[in-house]
């Protein structure tokens, strides 16, 4: 019996000190690695011009309202839809409109006013020239926010180019870290990135501002603003594994 627990203990004892090898063995086998990360600053041309137009209306009543300015925006679709451009409503809503009479300390109801906005985008300044001449002087018809982009179709491809120049700094500053210990960068074991675009533009004039003015044919419109291209940079969080 003595000898049965004896030889039962030496199994126990030799199976722990396998497990304690093995489990040596397999903590030397992680890889050692390092975290850097890499960037990458580019542009993107713009070429794309936007503007928005707004139909403004006060009336006694929300009816009279509503229907004195979707009948204007009508009008104005119906041009764009025969012109070179894309367009989308991002404005529409109907509220009373007060005012304050110092005379009387009181607000005072002017009305209901119903605003409908759509913006206009093109791929020349020139398009967008026309269309605002086309409706210059109308009465309750305003613009905002001039403007040129660079269109997704334009800066994904650029953008991704640029991605791969960011592993490849980001694997580079891994090489020179490693190399202080005779090491080198091997397989990218994850990375992580992120991106921020930049539309600046630098207005000289206004082509527009508040109610819909058109240069005359005097005073051209032309190279109105100046845009510099559109700033990308992407940054890289990525792991390596050094051998």
């Given at each position: 019996m003595k000898k049965t627990l004896v030889w039962f203990g030496?199994?126990?004892?030799a199976g722990a000190v396998l497990a304690l090898l093995f489990g040596a063995i397999e903590k030397r086998s992680e890889p050692r690695i390092i975290s850097v990360t890499g960037e990458c600053l580019t542009t993107a041309p713009k070429d794309k011009t936007a503007i928005t137009?707004?139909?403004s209306v006060l009336a006694p009543t929300a009816v009279e309202s509503v229907k004195s300015a979707t009948e204007q925006i009508a009008q104005i679709t119906d041009f764009?839809?025969?012109q070179p451009v894309e367009m989308q409503t991002t404005q529409f809503n109907s509220y009373e409109k007060t005012e304050w009479n110092r005379d009387e300390q009181k607000s005072v109801v002017l009305g209901i006013e119903?605003?409908?906005?759509?913006e206009v985008s093109a791929n020349s300044i020139e398009q967008i020239e026309k269309i605002l001449g086309q409706f210059a002087g109308m009465k309750n018809v305003f613009s905002d926010n001039l403007r040129m982009y660079s269109s997704p179709e334009v800066v994904q491809p650029i953008m991704e180019k640029c991605l791969g120049v960011a592993v490849?700094?980001?694997r580079v500053r891994a090489n020179a870290?490693?190399?202080g210990d005779n090491k080198q960068a091997g397989k990218m074991i994850s990375v992580a990135y992120g991106t921020n675009t930049s539309d600046a533009v630098m207005p000289i004039s206004n082509l527009m501002r508040g109610k819909v003015m058109m240069a005359t044919a005097n005073d051209s419109a032309a190279g109105t603003i100046v845009a510099k291209d559109t700033e990308i940079t992407v940054s890289v969080h990525a792991v390596f594994e050094i051998k």
């Open positions: 030496s199994v126990i004892g137009l707004r139909v764009l839809k025969s119903t605003t409908i906005a759509v490849e700094n980001a870290l490693a190399a």
